[in-house]
DNA sequence: GGATCGATCGGCT
DNA sequence: GCCGATCGATCCG
């Protein structure tokens, strides 16, 4: 499989949260492959963006968001989950893609195990949930998506067409009235594998 | 140094 | 539908 190359990332953010839906996210766990099918992002643009974690300038946590796109962004939310995000658009512009939910496709039994849960609809429809199933901490935070030691990265896989696609508001947004309006979650329409109807 | 709170989830009412 | 878990980043003093 073709693993996505940096010029991926290097673009525009909602392009590439678009472009997402439907690629694989690969985790290379102990010689094992976890993997599955993105199916719900959302995206985080600038300071700019109220919700983006870079609106009230670079701190220590989002650092690598400021950094060259393809790379991981990984921080702890709430004391006890993760949140994976992709680097995306150009260095020094702070601009990420939140990986919401994955249809998983590999690794289910190990998933299972990391979760705590069987049913593959609980295994990855979610943001915590997908990087407790997939293994992902904060030592993931600024790996390179790209280089050829990664453990963690992206293969291309079979497009999304723009009828099966969604969007809406993002989810746990609240306070300014611009970022909350703002359709920036997409996901696959019909997939039984989002975070939520 | 101390208080506040979050891009969530799972269990319980 | 509601609530508690759990802790680091951030902000205020």
Request: hydrophobic share 40%.
């Amino acid at each position: 499989m073709q693993r996505l190359a940096k010029r991926f990332y290097a673009r525009d953010t909602l392009t590439v949260a678009r472009s997402l839906l439907g690629q694989r996210l690969v985790r290379l766990r102990d010689g094992e492959r976890l993997s599955g099918a993105i199916v719900e992002v959302e995206a985080y643009v600038g300071e700019g963006d109220a919700a983006c974690h870079a609106s009230r300038g670079r701190t220590r946590r989002n650092a690598t968001m400021y950094g060259p796109p393809g790379h991981a962004y990984v921080y702890l939310i709430y004391g006890m989950y993760h949140c994976l995000n992709l680097v995306t658009g150009s260095e020094g512009e702070p601009a990420a893609v939140l990986i919401r939910g994955l249809e998983p496709l590999e690794g289910l039994e190990t998933m299972g195990k990391l979760r705590s849960r069987t049913e593959p609809r609980a295994l990855a429809s979610g943001p915590g949930r997908l990087c407790q199933a997939l293994d992902i901490d904060r030592t993931f935070n600024g790996a390179d998506l790209c280089a050829s030691h990664a453990q963690l990265f992206l293969e291309k896989s079979v497009p999304v067409p723009d009828t099966a696609v969604a969007c809406g508001p993002r989810v746990g947004v609240t306070g300014d009235a611009k970022a909350i309006s703002v359709p920036w979650r997409l996901y696959v329409q019909d997939s039984r594998f989002v975070s939520r109807r």
